[in-house]
Nanobody, 116 residues
Framework: QVEFAESGGGLVQPGGSLRLSCLASGSINTIKSLSWYRQFPGKRREAVAH?????????IDSVEGRFTISRVNAKNSVTVYLQMKNLQREDTAVYFC????????WGPGTQVTVAS
């Protein structure tokens, strides 16, 4: 089993920055690509970015150039980061991480609120 624990969210003004962290632990040998997702109130989760085991990163258009995904592999865990710059109000959401297939139990997520 794999467990995800997200952190790093908070309240930030438009144009500000945050760095989210996600610690993946457990059966991490089964994990290849990892993704960050976000969920707007009343909406389904959407994938924001993913990173392969070879550190190739891909982003949705709305965050391209503003968000950077990275990962650090350890013996028994993987930490995935999402550096977010020039945050906009429309980035306000709960952010989660999971595999690229979103086929593991979800963690609690971390709330990002962009407001003046």
């Amino acid at each position: 089993q794999v467990e995800f624990a997200e952190s790093g969210g908070g309240l930030v003004q438009p144009g500000g920055s945050l760095r989210l962290s996600c610690l993946a632990s457990g059966s991490i040998n089964t994990i290849k690509s990892l993704s960050w997702y976000r969920q707007f109130p009343g909406k389904r989760r959407e994938a924001v970015a993913h990173i392969t085991s070879g550190n190739n990163a891909h982003y949705i258009d709305s965050v391209e150039g503003r968000f950077t995904i990275s990962r650090v592999n350890a013996k028994n865990s993987v930490t995935v980061y999402l550096q977010m710059k020039n945050l906009q109000r429309e980035d306000t959401a709960v952010y989660f991480c999971n595999t690229i297939l979103a086929d593991r139990p979800w963690g609690p997520g971390t709330q990002v609120t962009v407001a003046s």
